[in-house]
């Protein structure tokens, strides 16, 4: 097997995080976390890290022909929602998108953990708010701040923004108003299975704009479309997405 290294922060919680994903049943079918840390000196405040080498997302689905990246997506995407599953049941809430890659055998494997959402363009709304309220400084939603939350978020992902579309955020996401922010964060990781959903949709929605084939399943197309619902209960569950999956 390859390895690969990369300079690291010296962060304890890192090393606890990955050692708890090595503990998790079959882990080693779905995940690639650091296998060693190495310090640069004794002074230093980043380490090497070593991990399994591993081709990145997009340079591995360009090496193959467009009618088997459409093969590839579906059951690639089908194995990352059942690693992700798995990282939700063991309170893992959160991976870099960024830091999945493909094994020789065509398996994707995910070896980006990390302990806050990054990335915004992968995080659902939900996640979304806590990003919000952390930048704007906000220790509570007044129906307001969730009015902008909600205009940020359509900005972000450049979505149009309507009257109708935020009216319908802030009527699903109303009961978090006038909550403490532990509250929403609660909340937020209550979804988590949810919130993986709507990550891995766009990143595979940002897949299919890449391949250049007429052969894209409308299926597939209208599945990610409905992961990608800024409301969590208008998004499948993962073992509907995965059922789903399997019948194309």
């Given amino acids: 097997m390859r390895y690969t290294k990369e300079i690291v ?3 304890q919680r890192m090393v606890e995080l990955y050692r708890r994903i090595r ?15 190495a310090p640069l ?19 591995f689905f360009q090496k193959h022909h467009p009618r088997e990246q459409v093969l590839l997506a579906v059951s690639s995407l089908r194995h990352l929602l059942q690693a992700t599953e798995l990282l939700s049941r063991h309170d893992v809430h959160f991976i870099d998108y960024d830091g999945i890659g493909f094994h020789a055998n065509n398996t994707p494997y995910i070896h980006g953990f990390v302990h806050r959402p990054v990335q ?10 806590l990003e919000y309220a952390a930048n704007h400084h906000i220790s509570s939603f007044s129906t307001n701040n969730l009015v902008s939350a909600c205009r940020h978020y359509l900005n972000v992902n450049r979505i149009p923004v309507n009257d109708a579309v935020v009216d319908e955020c802030v009527a699903a996401f109303s ?3 006038n909550r403490s922010l532990d509250e929403v964060e609660r909340y937020a990781l209550s979804q988590s299975k949810k919130s ?3 990550g891995l949709g766009r990143l595979y ?4 704009a890449t391949i250049e084939t007429a052969d894209i399943p409308d299926e597939l197309v209208s599945l990610l479309n409905q992961c990608t619902e800024m409301v969590p209960d208008k998004r499948p569950s993962m073992v509907e997405a995965m059922d789903r999956l399997g019948r194309f």
């Avoid at 503990?23 to 840390?37: G, H, T």
């Avoid at 002074?43 to 591993?54: E, G, N, P, Y």
């Avoid at 915004?120 to 708010?129: C, K």
């Fill in 41 to 59: 000196d004794l002074a230093s405040s980043h380490m090497v890290a070593f991990r399994q080498d591993l081709v990145p997302f997009f340079p």
């Fill in 9 to 11: 922060p010296r962060d």
């Fill in 175 to 177: 009961p978090l108003v």
């Fill in 23 to 37: 503990d998790i049943p079959a882990s080693s079918l779905f995940f690639s976390p650091v296998v060693k840390l």
């Fill in 205 to 208: 929605s940002f897949l299919l």
């Fill in 120 to 129: 915004s363009v992968f995080l659902s709304f939900e996640l979304h708010l």
């Fill in 196 to 198: 993986y959903v709507y």
